[in-house]
């Protein structure tokens, strides 16, 4: 499993600056992490590490490389309870993600659904929630397995962040093999789930890992926030129980790679990304 890393480490750098920054970490892979629809100035002037879904993937795909770093994921996270408007990332983008990523070899795209932002949104009744978010995944669904992509569902949400949410999406959408699981560990911890169990149940549904750790400050927040961002502390020197979760995920053939969502210096990186290697090394001579 390569264990890549979100590539927002300057985030008013530009993509190419962020490349370097991660290899001169010492990562081999990284997420297309910050992508948009159109055009973007701000990206086009070199001062946010952002790439629009409508370019042309091999650029990025030879950007990359020039860097000696694979692409693990292109992220396409969406506010997915949220009503559909063109001013909203959803449905296009997403199915953009999919001809993106099919187009350069990249099999995981990440999506979400965020908060209830809206009172309309607020008010929906979680079954109107769980028909809101797959309404607008299932054609990228069809078209993630026609080109072979996976889609995967990460807790970020008040659907994602429960086994009962997930499986409700995955059911509506007909349970089809392109649509999985990212397995964000603090994300779901922080939401109210167990990592482990959300592991043990998806464990032949989760295609990629968000390797983060989250400490004791954020106990009384579980349940209350969903999503923490990037966590600031090193792997393995917080509450979650990560070692359970790779316990519970052993010898999957479908987890090829994986992301640190952390932030901090590159030895904070470079530590945490070797517990991630150990642990999952550790799992495979069990």
Request: charged share 20%; proline share 4%; aromatic share 8%.
């Amino acid at each position: 499993m390569n264990i890549g890393v979100f590539l927002i480490l300057n985030r008013q750098g530009s993509l190419e600056e962020n490349l370097a920054l991660a290899r001169d970490a010492g990562f081999s892979h990284a997420d297309l992490t910050y992508t948009h629809s159109g055009a973007a100035m701000m990206e086009r002037s070199g001062l946010i590490p952002s790439v629009s879904l409508d370019a042309n993937p091999f650029d990025i795909k030879r950007l990359f490389e020039k860097y000696g770093i694979g692409i693990s994921t292109v992220c396409a996270h969406a506010p997915l309870l949220e009503a559909s408007s063109p001013a909203r990332f959803g449905a296009a983008e997403i199915m953009k993600a999919v001809r993106f990523a099919a187009a350069i070899g990249v099999r995981d795209v990440i999506t979400t659904e965020f908060y209830a932002n809206s009172e309309w949104s607020r008010r929906l009744t979680h079954e109107q929630r769980v028909c809101v978010a797959a309404e607008k995944l299932y054609e990228a669904s069809r078209m993630a397995a026609d080109y072979g992509v996976k889609i995967c569902l990460e807790p970020h949400g008040p659907l994602t962040c429960s086994i009962r949410g997930l499986g409700d999406i995955l059911d509506l959408l007909g349970n089809p093999d392109s649509v999985g699981v990212n397995l964000d560990t603090g994300n779901c911890w922080l939401g109210g789930a167990d990592p482990v169990e959300m592991a043990t149940v998806f464990k032949d549904r989760i295609y990629h890992i968000h390797w983060k750790d989250l400490g004791e400050e954020y106990a009384a927040k579980r349940g209350a926030i969903f999503g923490s961002g990037f966590s600031t502390i090193e792997l393995g020197t917080g509450v979650i129980d990560l070692e359970g979760v790779a316990d519970a995920l052993r010898d999957s053939p479908i987890i090829h790679n994986s992301t640190l969502e952390i932030s901090g210096p590159p030895e904070l990186l470079r530590a945490s990304a070797a517990h991630a290697k150990k642990l999952w090394e550790r799992t495979q001579k069990l």
